[in-house]
């Protein structure tokens, strides 16, 4: 049983193509202005790894917020259901799934089954996502990838009152004037957005065992410090960015097998 | 009026606005008379204003700084100038704004929800009972009683949506000086649809797009300033549409968003003052109220002290 995954977000496309469950190959790349030629080419270039053809796919599923531009799709599946199939096929004990995209972020509650009970989103406001971090990294004149790492050799906690891209800008700002270190702004800006999370997920109560997917769980920073707000150790996996592909991909050969029924 | 010229630099800075100060003629004061201040540092801009026997006399509007004490020094400088008053000449002064506690020469703070009702029932009179203060960094709808005292209110804080500062971020991107994005927001055949999402962040990336796939300026910054007259219009009927309805802070100002919201309410603000020529200015009515404020606790003090 051949199936694909495809999650096109806001900004990169992720694919995944199964075979009886296991991972044959994964291929990301930006969604650019035309995110289906990207999302045709992101699904050839996982075909070509797994040495496969279009023909071969049982089943494929699009998630995602641009997942009716989906090429050669058979069926969509909500994000939110997306991240709890792969969050307890991840982790079988994983009660609450963590998805922190680049401009969205979601929680979801789920039972052993991994049926999502209840769910909370934000998709209005870019300070509670990753784009909050890309724009503070830019004020702050340090590059995306290097703000984890920094924001690890901070010493102490400062704070950022910022739950504003806009305002987080000049807060940003006005603590380089302050003279405080780099590595000290950047924590601050994890904590802010780690802020917004936490009280995301508390609105579901916290149900350990939590895993935290999306593009931003891969950064160190971020996981350092909404561990510290949830008072919880936060499961990643490997390839957190390619959660959704991977769900819509299970959720694709359940889907394919009650077909063949 | 007199308006004081942006410091000229290589770089056209199409944010800022100029700052300016005024003096209503023809009224006077003697040292007989209790002159009283009222001085609001907002998060954007810093008002300040004199009182003679509760009366409006002269006020001062400038760009607030990094600090706070000084953009209040500065802004009250900007309202005695060309009064012939001294600090030393004011009765008594309230502090109110963002940074009302960091105004040093202020006898007292007191929140800008009070102060814009008092300031909105002096400039429009006692049929107001809904005050939209649209400030730099937060929005609040406030339902005043026909003293100006404050029944209840909404805000809407910690995001730059239909703020002042978010208009800045517009006004940069299109690159239209700010003073004159309400007038051209209006200059569109049609109302657009608005931006699909008010956050600025994203409105931001949108207008983007809009721009690439050949819209007008105008037409994205009609599609902006209408989400954001939306988003307003929404605060006031989570507190409740009680008219006369007025606008306050420096969006008051903005004729794209104070035409926007009145299409979206179905209701008319009370007219706004000439306060380029000889009217009030809604944009110091937190300052006018601080003043009034400090003219009754001036009072109060007197009778305390048996004075």
Same mark, same amino acid.
């Given at each position: 049983?051949?199936?694909?995954?495809?999650?096109?977000?806001?900004?990169?496309?992720?694919?995944?193509?199964?075979?009886?469950?296991?991972?044959?190959?994964?291929?990301?790349?930006?969604? !650019?202005?035309?995110?289906?030629?990207?999302?045709?080419? /992101?699904?050839?270039?996982?075909?070509?790894?797994?040495?496969?053809?279009?023909?071969?796919?049982?089943?494929?599923?699009?998630? !995602?917020?641009?997942?009716?531009?989906?090429?050669?799709?058979?069926?969509?599946?909500?994000?939110?259901? $997306?991240?709890?199939?792969?969050?307890?096929?991840?982790?079988?004990? $994983?009660?609450?799934?963590?998805?922190?995209?680049?401009?969205?972020? =979601?929680?979801?509650?789920?039972?052993?089954?991994?049926?999502?009970?209840?769910?909370?989103?934000?998709?209005?406001?870019?300070?509670?996502?990753?784009?909050?971090?890309?724009?503070?990294?830019? $004020?702050?004149?340090?590059?995306?990838?290097?703000?984890?790492?920094?924001?690890?050799?901070?010493? =102490?906690?400062?704070?950022?009152?910022?739950?504003?891209?806009?305002?987080?800008?000049?807060?940003?700002?006005?603590?380089?004037?302050?003279?405080?270190?780099? $590595?000290?702004?950047?924590?601050?800006?994890?904590?802010?957005?780690?802020?917004?999370? @936490?009280?995301?997920?508390?609105?579901?109560?916290?149900?350990?065992?939590?895993?935290?997917?999306?593009?931003?769980?891969?950064?160190?920073?971020?996981?350092?410090?909404?561990? =510290?707000?949830?008072?919880?150790?936060?499961?990643?996996?490997?390839?957190?960015?390619? /959660?959704?592909?991977?769900?819509? /991909?299970?959720? @694709?050969?359940?889907?394919?097998?009650?077909?063949?029924? | 009026?007199?308006?004081?010229?942006?410091?000229?630099?290589?770089?056209?800075?199409?944010?800022?606005?100029?700052?300016?100060?005024?003096?209503?003629?023809?009224?006077?004061?003697?040292?007989?008379?209790?002159?009283?201040?009222?001085?609001?540092?907002?998060? #954007?801009?810093?008002?300040? *204003?004199?009182?003679?026997?509760?009366?409006?006399?002269?006020?001062?509007?400038?760009?607030?700084?990094?600090?706070?004490?000084?953009?209040?020094?500065?802004?009250?400088?900007?309202?005695?100038?060309?009064?012939?008053?001294?600090?030393? %000449?004011?009765?008594?002064?309230?502090?109110?704004?963002?940074?009302?506690?960091?105004?040093? &020469?202020?006898?007292?703070?007191?929140?800008?929800?009070?102060?814009?009702?008092?300031?909105?029932?002096?400039?429009?009179?006692?049929?107001?009972?809904?005050?939209?203060?649209?400030?730099?960094?937060?929005?609040?709808?406030?339902? #005043? %009683?026909?003293?100006?005292?404050?029944?209840?209110?909404?805000?809407?804080?910690?995001?730059?949506?239909?703020?002042?500062?978010?208009?800045?971020?517009?006004?940069?991107?299109?690159?239209?000086?700010?003073?004159?994005?309400?007038?051209?927001?209006?200059?569109?055949?049609?109302?657009?649809?608005?931006? *699909?999402?008010?956050?600025?962040?994203?409105?931001?990336?949108?207008?983007?797009?809009?721009?690439?796939?050949?819209?007008?300026?105008?037409?994205?910054?009609?599609?902006?300033?209408?989400?954001?007259?939306?988003?307003?219009?929404?605060?006031?009927?989570?507190?409740?549409?009680?008219?006369?309805?007025?606008?306050?802070?420096?969006? *008051?100002?903005?004729?794209?968003?104070?035409?926007?919201?009145?299409?979206?309410?179905? #209701?008319?603000?009370?007219? &706004?003052?000439?306060?380029?020529?000889?009217?009030?200015?809604?944009?110091?009515?937190?300052?006018?109220?601080? +003043?009034?404020?400090?003219? +009754?606790?001036?009072?109060?003090?007197?009778?305390?002290?048996?004075?």
């Amino acid at each position: 049983m051949i199936t694909a995954g495809m999650d096109l977000g806001t900004q990169t496309i992720k694919v995944v193509i199964l075979k009886d469950n296991v991972v044959l190959s994964r291929e990301r790349c930006f969604s !650019g202005f035309d995110p289906a030629e990207a999302a045709k080419q /992101a699904l050839n270039g996982a075909l070509k790894e797994a040495n496969l053809n279009l023909t071969d796919l049982h089943h494929s599923v699009a998630t !995602g917020s641009n997942m009716e531009l989906a090429p050669h799709a058979n069926s969509t599946v909500s994000m939110l259901s $997306a991240d709890a199939k792969a969050g307890t096929h991840l982790f079988p004990e $994983a009660r609450t799934i963590i998805d922190v995209g680049a401009e969205e972020a =979601r929680a979801v509650k789920c039972d052993e089954k991994g049926i999502m009970l209840d769910f909370v989103v934000n998709e209005r406001c870019a300070a509670g996502a990753g784009a909050f971090i890309e724009a503070m990294a830019r $004020a702050l004149e340090v590059k995306l990838e290097e703000m984890g790492p920094l924001s690890l050799k901070a010493e =102490r906690a400062s704070s950022i009152n910022a739950s504003c891209v806009i305002f987080g800008e000049s807060d940003v700002v006005s603590l380089i004037h302050q003279r405080e270190s780099k $590595a000290e702004i950047a924590r601050a800006i994890f904590d802010a957005l780690a802020e917004r999370i @936490a009280s995301m997920v508390q609105m579901l109560g916290v149900n350990p065992d939590i895993v935290l997917v999306g593009g931003v769980a891969k950064d160190v920073g971020f996981v350092a410090s909404l561990s =510290r707000k949830l008072s919880v150790k936060l499961l990643v996996p490997d390839y957190p960015d390619f /959660a959704g592909a991977l769900g819509a /991909a299970l959720i @694709a050969s359940s889907r394919a097998r009650s077909l063949q029924k | 009026m007199t308006e004081i010229d942006a410091p000229s630099g290589e770089k056209i800075e199409f944010w800022r606005w100029r700052e300016y100060h005024r003096v209503l003629t023809g009224n006077g004061w003697t040292s007989k008379d209790t002159i009283t201040a009222g001085v609001d540092v907002g998060s #954007v801009s810093s008002k300040a *204003s004199i009182m003679v026997n509760g009366q409006a006399y002269s006020w001062g509007v400038t760009r607030t700084g990094s600090n706070s004490p000084d953009s209040a020094k500065k802004a009250l400088g900007l309202a005695l100038d060309g009064t012939g008053l001294q600090v030393s %000449d004011l009765k008594y002064i309230v502090g109110t704004g963002y940074g009302r506690v960091n105004v040093p &020469m202020a006898n007292k703070a007191i929140t800008e929800i009070a102060c814009h009702a008092k300031g909105a029932n002096y400039i429009w009179g006692s049929s107001v009972r809904t005050v939209l203060d649209v400030g730099g960094q937060d929005i609040k709808a406030i339902r #005043v %009683d026909e003293a100006g005292r404050v029944v209840s209110f909404l805000m809407n804080d910690k995001c730059a949506a239909g703020t002042g500062r978010g208009m800045e971020v517009f006004a940069d991107l299109l690159k239209i000086p700010v003073e004159e994005i309400g007038e051209t927001s209006l200059k569109v055949v049609e109302e657009p649809p608005p931006v *699909s999402c008010t956050c600025v962040a994203f409105a931001k990336t949108e207008a983007i797009g809009l721009l690439r796939k050949g819209w007008s300026k105008e037409k994205v910054l009609a599609a902006y300033t209408r989400a954001m007259a939306v988003r307003m219009a929404n605060l006031i009927y989570s507190l409740g549409l009680e008219k006369e309805l007025v606008i306050t802070g420096g969006q *008051s100002k903005n004729i794209g968003i104070v035409t926007r919201i009145e299409a979206a309410l179905g #209701v008319k603000c009370l007219p &706004m003052p000439n306060w380029k020529d000889h009217g009030l200015d809604p944009m110091v009515a937190g300052a006018f109220g601080a +003043a009034l404020f400090a003219k +009754a606790l001036y009072e109060k003090s007197r009778k305390i002290n048996g004075g």
